[in-house]
């Protein structure tokens, strides 16, 4: 873990904490960056919308189960983010897959 003032630089750290743990081999990523506090420069808060998939007759209906904001660079970001935070959630079970997920606009 480590702190930077924005995301590019947060991003750069990693890259250079990754080239000093690498080997030679190429067995190590870099993977989401998530912030530790809300409002990060280089973030923007998003909603993420899970539901499930419920068999009805013979057809299968969607139903809304959980929404969580979360704050990251991007939307790809937002959405890997959110899936360790879902498994918290009292009730959660694994058939929850995303179904949304929204930029939340800035207040004015």
């Known amino acids: 873990m480590f702190e930077a003032p924005d995301l590019a630089r947060a991003r750069s750290a ?22 530790l506090t809300p409002q990060a420069p280089g973030t923007h808060r998003y909603r993420v ?8 007759d013979d057809f299968f209906e969607r139903r809304d189960v959980h929404e969580l ?27 929850w897959r995303v179904r949304h997920v929204v930029r939340v606009p800035e207040a004015p």
């Open 14 to 35: 990693a890259r250079q904490h990754l080239e000093e743990r690498q080997t030679g081999e190429d067995r190590w990523s870099l993977g989401v960056l998530k912030p």
């Open 49 to 56: 919308v899970y539901a499930i998939w419920e068999p009805k």
């Open 69 to 95: 904001e979360v704050w990251a660079a991007d939307a790809q970001d937002a959405r890997r983010l959110s899936h360790a935070d879902v498994q918290d959630v009292p009730g959660y079970d694994p058939a």
